[in-house]
Every structure is written in C-alpha cells, then in structure tokens.
C-alpha cells in the first residue's frame, strides 16, 4: 500500500526551528513530485513548497521563503521540510504529499497521495 508517514511536529517558541520528515514506501519515489501542505486553525490548506525530480528544482511559498528549506533523500525515501526562524503564523497541522503523471500512449494518468499530518505549534 502506497504510504506516507510524517514526523518531526511539536512545540516550539517564535524564532525557533523544526525539522519534518515524511517516510515514503508503496510507489516509485523518484517517479514523485514531492510537496509539503499545511492547514493552519480556519484557513484553507496551502502549499508550502514543493521539489521535483530527478533535477531537484525547489519551489516555496512567498511566506516561507527563506525560512524554509525541502530536500529529499533517494536512499533513505525520505522528504524533509527544515524550519527555520518559526512565526505564530507558521502554526498547522503539515502534510506530505506526492504527485506523479504518467504520460502513456495514447492516454494521461495522474496519480497523488497524502500522508496524515503532523502537527507544528510555535508559541510563547
């Protein structure tokens, strides 16, 4: 079965850092675009940053730019999300996701999964 485990969530004050990790197994990893979404307390789920492959190009959003940094690791399946100089605001439950197209002939599959979340809370 296609799975995606995050980890690495908790409490932490302003300014601190965190650093998640998201566990893939059940699919072809390198095949994967992998992201990380968070949904903070009434507010819709946003993408956080996302990095492709094989090349690894990185995409993050205006709000976490700088802050944030995702990488991945083809040895160990594992997608990271370092967070750094965390803000109230950063405050969400976090989720890995995965995303592939398969461009066959003739036809056009697409194909994503969702790993469970992991709550992150920065507080005083």
């Known amino acids: 079965q296609v799975q995606l485990v995050e980890s690495g969530g908790g409490l932490v004050q302003p300014g601190g850092s965190l650093r998640l990790s998201c566990v893939a197994s059940?699919?072809?990893?390198?095949?994967?675009?992998m992201s990380w979404y968070r949904q903070g307390p009434g507010k819709e789920r946003e993408l956080v940053a996302s990095i492709t492959t094989p090349g690894g190009s990185t995409n993050y959003a205006d709000s976490v730019k700088g802050r944030f940094t995702i990488s991945r690791d083809y040895a160990k399946i594992t997608v990271y999300l370092q967070m750094n100089s965390l803000k109230p605001e950063d405050t969400a439950v976090y989720y890995c996701?995965?995303?592939?197209?398969?461009?066959?002939?003739?036809?056009?599959?697409?194909?994503?999964?969702w790993g469970q979340g992991t709550q992150v809370t920065v507080s005083s």
């Open positions: 059940g699919f072809t990893f390198s095949n994967y675009v």
């Open positions: 996701h995965a995303a592939t197209t398969d461009y066959g002939w003739g036809y056009v599959k697409e194909y994503d999964y």
